[in-house]
């Protein structure tokens, strides 16, 4: 039996905690860090051996995965003082599961090939931590052919759907065709649930009701019953969501795309978060069609 390489993983919050849980129950080794030392501590009661830094981890690991908030947070762990680059190598690759910037993307996987010969996917998600802790993520990758061989076995673990898009750069440009989809349906989510709600219907019934139909999808069956709850305990973060919104305006502003309904969309969540609730999860944005002020 092949050995299964060694895991470095960098960012241990909500999304690297579930993953990293469940690389170690997969039979992986797994080396993490993090800029909160109480996240490498929960992490290392799941079975994880914390590090120092993202060089230590690169230098322990043959596979570093990087999950953090922003592109800034990947290129210091990347590229910064203690970084990735100071021990990446030839042999190694990098593997970012972030939500970063197409051309940054590109810009700092060629800088750490150029720098030190490691080699970069972008493998952004979608699923979020629940879908990390069992395995069943959709990852879409970009990277080299050779890159993405090394890497798809442990990303085919952690993955229901592990799709190669294209060279660097390609993962991120299908991560936000991702989030048009799953971010503007929030909003289409909450509204569908207040007219529900105000029509006087059994608001509960409606995902059975709908789901042989076009309206029927899994996120009406997953999604709809924690915004009826009003359970906003964070999956993900308002803020993260509206930071992806922008993204997305940003990518399409400049291929010269209009995206109409996420421009409405990142509107709403603007509003949510200036209101205070950027820490609650994205289907927190019910509040605003909420008749009680927010």
């Given amino acids: 039996m092949t050995a299964k390489p060694r895991i ?10 579930a993953a990293t849980k469940f690389l170690v129950t997969e039979g992986y080794g797994v080396t993490g860090y993090d800029i909160v030392a109480d996240k490498v501590a929960a992490a290392e009661a799941n079975g994880i051996r914390g590090a120092a830094s993202p060089a230590e981890v690169t230098q322990e690991s ?33 593997v970012d599961i972030s939500t970063t910037v197409t051309d940054k993307t590109r810009e700092m996987a060629e800088r750490l090939a150029r720098e030190c010969g490691m080699k970069w996917v972008d493998a952004p998600v979608s699923g979020g931590p629940p879908a990390a802790g069992t395995g069943t993520l959709a990852i879409m990758a970009g990277g080299d052919d050779a890159a993405i061989a090394q890497v798809s ?3 085919n673990d952690l993955a229901a759907t592990f799709t190669h898009m294209g060279p660097v750069g390609a993962g991120q440009i299908t991560k936000m065709i991702n989030q048009v989809l799953v971010l503007t349906n929030y909003c289409v989510l909450a509204e569908a649930l207040r007219l529900a709600e105000k029509g006087g219907i059994d608001a509960a019934k409606i995902p059975a009701a709908l789901a ?19 359970d906003f305990a964070p999956a993900g973060y308002a803020r993260q969501v509206l930071k992806d919104l922008d993204m997305v305006h940003d990518l399409a502003k400049d291929l010269k795309a209009p995206t109409p309904m996420a421009s409405q969309a990142a509107a709403l969540f603007r509003l949510l978060v200036a209101r205070g609730h950027g820490e609650l999860d994205g289907i927190a944005v019910l509040k605003l069609y909420d008749d009680e002020p927010v």
């Fill in 62 to 94: 043959d596979i570093v995965i990087c999950c953090v908030t922003s592109t800034a947070a990947v290129e210091e762990a990347v590229l910064g003082p203690g970084g990735v680059i100071e021990t990446g190598t030839p042999d190694k690759v990098l």
């Fill in 153 to 155: 076995g442990v990303m």
């Fill in 212 to 230: 042989p139909g076009h309206a029927g999808s899994n996120m009406l069956q997953s999604i709809y019953p924690r915004m009826l709850e009003r």
């Fill in 8 to 17: 470095g993983f960098i960012g241990l919050g909500l999304m690297g905690n």
